[in-house]
């Protein structure tokens, strides 16, 4: 790492010739980071404290938003919305994982698969289809009111979209919960046993407690993802709720108009505080307890009676979790649906229409997160490597800066993005840089780069130093034991990292619906919810939908393919630690 | 802190994980108040064993009576035996006064009487002064006072002790063995203590059994099992031993190599003789031992030199005590052995 060991490319730049091939990188990739996250958000959270007249300091817009009825309408709806779907996907989540951890069941593949299928579709996609199934005049209602008599409000207002999101999001709480319990050495349930605790009562007082962070992560994760979202109340036609009513002021009343920018500060001030919160609680609560040798909670076989029950409520909760699933195929390939249980009749037409008239939306998309995954993997690696294995100074602030991103809401970023770069303007005839596709492309990279980082931090952690440190003792330079040992090592990891930064940015609408410039340049998700906001167009919209959800379940599986396929060859190898 | 002293006694137990026998038809007896080890090396069944009479893992086949009382059948909870874990279990989530006071609660004694009785139970492992601690913040030693004071504080029976010393490093394993001893002897409970280490179990136990596949191999006092093995693996299992085939006619032990080796008590079809290292002898003049070999290899022990000596009958590991000043013998050196061998035991 001294100066001698410089990469050619360093040498030849005069204007900074002490500078080494990683600090040269790390200061691109800092100023990237600057231009694209870090001042955008300021910049929305500091013209929020201006007057939009004068431009001096004020707390007036504050005071403004909460003196208006609609906002402080919205401000609690997406609070008790956010509460409600916490405590809903717990009710999904709570006895799925209590049956696995517990018990030998053989419904624990689906299981697993319950904890995946959720979120191969993005939420807003499934919206309008379980409208179809349970709204007011939907599906399940038709025929409750046509046997018994009486309808159950599922999607009416605020319960549609506590019902989509608690649906689409409990996997959070799952995977946490089922992880923290994992975790819980079989020792710890065996001292109580031992002192004289048993059933209930030790679950209530050891175990749980012992789950109880990895919980708390899950349920900070759904409570911030429902209050940022965007797309799924805008489709359900919910306007009263702070992200809907944030991206309505901007782009209804104007990029000056400053409640646009309190409702961002809100938005990214809770983000910030529940990942603040949940990291303060975590913090000296590391409860992996499970020793070397020791294996997770005793399982028992359950009895004849119980094994019904707990196969009655795992299918009720896969039919809960298909039915967005299953209402998009009917609706996709449906002729007219309304006002009864089914379609009509069945056709092919909706896949023709979008075929013939929307192909730009999914060529745009490839294109789009394609690009973004790129940059993405580009960007994760190098940061990965300067943070593990160089001594630079401030190294960390890359790791905090990429990481930030996940507390700015999707419509926090595009809106920055309006206000920092609708004044420049971009040589060949490019036009405004705010409205240009290619901005989409870096909104997009810059949400999905912490997903990209934590795949390639992981990928490098697997690379023991000692195999680079043999590259270089046989006379490697830095550059080429990069190149040809330690990329080589992480191609796993990198892959994994594209994958899943391609299949997330390919369905994200909540940046890209503000930065949308013209129709022509709009992306899937875009297509998915400019289609389904009459009737006529809901079947192609659900057939869009459909596109989508391929793209992201075949993602999802091949990032675990190669996953899977990485790991096993580091099991044959001796060369890993960990 | 009163204990009435209880044994334990366990019959042609039997013990499968799956289709594998970890437990093959175990008997014995463990006398009131005894400091009892199980011996053996990994996967020999000693820990399987600990936990079956605490009532973890797979149903045993067979007996085992705490005084008068059958336990095979109860749940862990109903047991009333203590055991301290290999990793302490302590758990994370409540501080050490808590973490005693878990069993005190979990019987439903008064509250007036949970606060003295944990308070007694630290004080007896001296931590009494870190009791609102949490866990993570004490060191290895002083968790496993905490896992001791909280097994201790609800009265168990009989106490069980999962190789209690092995997260600890070496200087502050011998001191705690010598506390947990002390402890032991204080409150005169009947322990059982499971190790791996041969030197944990002769300094503490009062007797042991050394375990290997499933089976007892032998049960006594840690110094009759070193005299008097009973076959070869208990030899080796305690100790280095040189085990030289041959056949026993009267008084004399010949070896396959044919050298004659004089015994005291003859053991009739005894097919092998146990020569501990220590009780050869080198001598540079090769032709008055009654064995002879050359010098293999040599290793400085500091206090002891050990030779590896190619024989007739095969490798002869010889010790001698070292003293400052003495020449040793090269490898390659042409020596005599010759051998204390009145005390060498014989196997069949």
């Not at chain 2, 059982?192 to 499933?214: K, P, Y």
Request: with cysteine; proline share 5%.
């Amino acid at each position: 790492m001294s100066t001698s060991t410089v990469p050619s490319v360093a040498r030849r730049l005069t204007l900074f010739p002490r500078l080494s091939g990683a600090a040269f990188s790390g200061i691109l990739i800092a100023l990237f980071l600057m231009a694209f996250l870090i001042l955008p958000v300021a910049q929305v959270v500091y013209v929020a404290f201006l007057d939009a007249r004068t431009g001096a300091f004020t707390l007036q817009n504050f005071e403004d938003f909460f003196n208006t009825t609609l906002f402080r309408e919205s401000f609690l709806n997406s609070f008790y919305v956010s509460a409600m779907s916490v405590v809903f996907a717990t009710m999904i989540a709570l006895p799925l994982a209590y049956i696995t951890s517990r018990f030998n069941f053989a419904g624990t593949a689906v299981i697993q698969a319950l904890g995946i299928i959720p979120l191969i579709m993005p939420p807003f996609v499934g919206a309008v289809a379980m409208t179809l199934l349970f709204g007011r005049n939907g599906t399940f209602n038709l025929l409750l009111n046509q046997y018994f008599g009486f309808r159950i409000p599922f999607m009416e207002g605020l319960n549609g979209v506590i019902l989509v999101q608690s649906i689409h999001y409990f996997p959070f709480i799952l995977i946490n919960l089922s992880a923290a319990l994992r975790n819980i050495d079989r020792s710890m349930e065996e001292a109580a046993q031992n002192l004289g605790s048993s059933g209930v009562r030790m679950f209530r007082r050891v175990v749980f407690p012992l789950a109880m962070p990895g919980y708390l992560a899950g349920a900070a994760l759904v409570f911030i993802k429902v209050f940022d979202d965007l797309g799924t109340p805008l489709l359900l036609n919910v306007n009263t709720m702070l992200a809907p009513q944030a991206y309505l002021r901007i782009t209804g009343v104007g990029i000056n108009d400053p409640m646009g920018y309190v409702i961002s500060f809100i938005l990214v001030a809770f983000s910030v505080f529940a990942l603040w919160a949940s990291f303060l609680f975590m913090r000296g609560k590391d409860y992996a307890t499970v020793q070397k040798g020791g294996g997770g909670l005793s399982k028992r076989d359950l009895r004849p009676r119980e094994k019904m029950l707990a196969w009655v409520t795992i299918l009720l909760i896969l039919a809960l979790v298909l039915s967005p699933h299953l209402g998009l195929v009917l609706l996709a390939f449906g002729t007219i649906w309304s006002f009864s249980p089914l379609p009509d009749a069945f056709t092919l037409q909706h896949f023709a229409t979008v075929f013939t008239q929307s192909q730009q939306y999914i060529w745009n998309t490839i294109l789009y997160a394609g690009s973004a995954a790129i940059i993405d993997v580009v960007l994760g690696t190098a940061i990965a490597y300067i943070v593990l294995r160089t001594g630079l100074p401030g190294r960390k602030w890359l790791d905090y800066m990429a990481t930030a991103a996940l507390a700015v809401p999707g419509v926090v970023l595009g809106i920055g993005y309006l206000r920092m770069f609708h004044t420049v303007q971009l040589p060949f005839g490019l036009g405004q840089m705010s409205s240009f596709w290619g901005i989409i492309i870096i909104a997009l990279a810059v949400r999905r780069l912490p997903y990209a980082l934590r795949a390639c931090m992981a990928a490098l952690q697997q690379v023991s130093l000692s195999l680079e440190e043999a590259a270089e003792s046989l006379g490697a330079s830095k550059t080429s034991t990069i190149r040809r040992v330690v990329v080589p090592l992480m191609t796993g990891g990198i892959l994994a990292g594209f994958v899943t930064s391609f299949a997330t940015a390919a369905v994200e609408l909540s940046a890209t619906i503000m930065l949308v410039g013209r129709s022509s340049d709009a992306p899937l998700a875009y297509g998915i919810y400019l289609y389904m906001q009459s009737p006529a167009g809901r079947g192609a919209g659900a057939a869009l939908g459909i596109l989508a959800v391929v793209m992201v379940a075949l993602g999802t599986y091949l990032s675990q393919r190669i996953i899977e396929r990485d790991r096993a060859r580091r099991a044959a190898s001796p060369g890993a630690d960990h | 802190m009163k204990h009435i002293k209880t044994g334990i006694r366990i019959e042609n137990l039997h013990l499968s994980f799956g289709q594998t026998e970890v437990l093959a038809g175990i008997d014995m007896e463990i006398q009131p108040g005894e400091f009892f080890a199980f011996l053996g090396p990994s996967g020999s069944g000693k820990s399987t064993l600990l936990r079956a009479i605490a009532g973890f893992g797979p149903t045993p086949r067979g007996r085992i009576l705490i005084g008068d009382r059958d336990v095979a059948d109860l749940p862990p909870w109903k047991r009333n035996v203590g055991m301290v874990f290999q990793s302490y279990a302590l758990w994370p989530h409540m501080s050490v006064r808590q973490n005693v006071a878990f069993g005190p609660e979990e019987r439903r004694l008064p509250r007036r009487e949970i606060g003295p009785k944990v308070e007694a139970a630290l004080e007896l492992v001296g931590l009494l002064h870190l009791a609102d601690r949490m866990p993570s913040q004490l060191s290895g030693g002083q968790q496993q006072r905490v896992a001791l004071a909280r097994t201790i504080a609800v009265e168990p029976q009989v106490l069980l002790l999962d190789e209690p010393l092995s997260n600890l490093d070496a200087a502050l394993r011998v001191q705690m063995r010598r506390e947990l001893l002390a402890l032991q002897r204080k409150l005169g409970l009947t322990t059982i203590f499971v190790t791996h280490d041969q030197e944990e179990a002769n300094t503490t136990s009062d007797r042991m059994a050394v375990l290997d596949g499933g089976v007892i191999q032998q049960i006594g006092t840690p110094q009759e099992l070193y005299d008097t093995p009973a076959n070869a693996f208990v030899a080796g299992f305690l100790g280095t031993a040189n085990i030289l085939e041959g056949q026993c006619d009267g008084i004399r032990f010949v070896t396959r190599g044919g050298h004659v080796i004089p015994v005291a008590k003859p053991v009739a079809n005894a097919r092998r003789i146990v020569l501990r290292p220590q009780n050869i002898t080198l001598q540079g003049n090769a032709t008055e031992g009654a064995l002879r070999g050359s010098v293999r290899h040599r290793e400085f022990l500091g206090s002891q030199i050990r030779y590896l000596v190619e024989t007739a009958d095969g490798q002869i590991i010889v010790d001698t005590l070292h003293s400052s000043g003495t020449q040793p013998f090269d490898e390659g050196a042409v020596v005599g052995l010759s051998i204390d061998s009145l005390s060498a035991p014989l196997l069949s």
